[in-house]
């Protein structure tokens, strides 16, 4: 089946720096979204981007679905950025979602 | 609007129970989902429901099963549960169309401890 891979697993940033996610997947997708859960368990939706760049406030995201990858650009990092970020591909298809691990990412005031 | 609603929030079961957590969505979407998500990793799709009067398995159906009770509701029930479906259990829904999944919204999660 479909593999996605995130990258990296961990990631401790100071206030103020960036940074980028990135998500690889093994076959071809209908969609891909990425996601930020918080610390308090929440699915927050970020960016439902099947191929392109999406930008809103200081993230931005990138979808290569040729190249089979995904990026997410946080930018002027927050505390409150805290949390793991998501990515979930969609199967071309059909309704299957399979998402990553997770990037567990940690920003330091 | 509330979006996606899931109850019961915490649930605690002994070994051979059974139960059902609920789902309700208020977007007038078609498709709706049941995830688990077991601690350090990503979501695992358990059974989806592409349009309503439909269901099929995903990735993790064993031990579930599910009702489309209608276009807003989605239940996912436990026959007799074990420690293993310890998790937290998630909802979702997205506005589906053909083979296009639409974007997923999420309720915030119930979680369910199997002693």
């Known amino acids: 089946g479909i593999q996605v891979e995130q990258s990296p697993p961990d990631l401790i940033l100071q206030e103020g720096a960036n940074s980028t996610l990135r998500c690889n997947f093994s076959?071809?997708?209908?969609?891909l979204q990425w996601f930020h859960q918080n610390p308090w368990g929440q699915l927050i939706n970020l960016f439902y981007?099947?191929?392109g760049t999406k930008q809103n406030g200081r993230l931005s995201a990138t979808t290569v679905a040729t190249e089979r990858y995904s990026l997410l650009y946080i930018s002027s990092s927050q505390t409150t950025d805290s949390g793991v970020y998501f990515c979930?591909?969609?199967?071309?298809?059909?309704?299957?979602?399979?998402f990553g691990a997770g990037t567990r990412l940690f920003v330091k005031a | 609007n509330a979006g996606v609603t899931q109850t019961p929030k915490f649930q605690v079961l002994k070994t051979g129970q059974s139960m059902t957590l609920q789902c309700a969505q208020d977007?007038?979407?078609?498709?709706m989902y049941w995830y688990r998500q077991d601690p350090g990793m990503g979501l695992r799709l358990i059974y989806y429901?592409?349009?309503?009067?439909?269901?099929d398995k995903g990735e993790v159906p064993n031990g579930y099963n599910v009702s489309r009770l209608n276009k807003r509701e989605f239940s996912l029930r436990l026959e007799s549960a074990a420690p293993s479906q310890t998790s937290v259990y998630f909802c979702?829904?997205?506005?589906?169309?053909?083979?296009?999944?639409?974007?997923?919204?999420f309720g915030e999660g119930s979680r369910l401890t199997v002693l």
């Open positions: 979702a829904s997205s506005d589906g169309r053909g083979v296009d999944t639409g974007e997923l919204f």
């Open positions: 076959d071809s997708v209908n969609n």
């Open positions: 981007i099947p191929s």
């Open positions: 979930a591909v969609f199967y071309t298809g059909g309704f299957k979602t399979i």
């Open positions: 977007m007038n979407h078609n498709s």
């Open positions: 429901s592409a349009s309503e009067g439909t269901t």
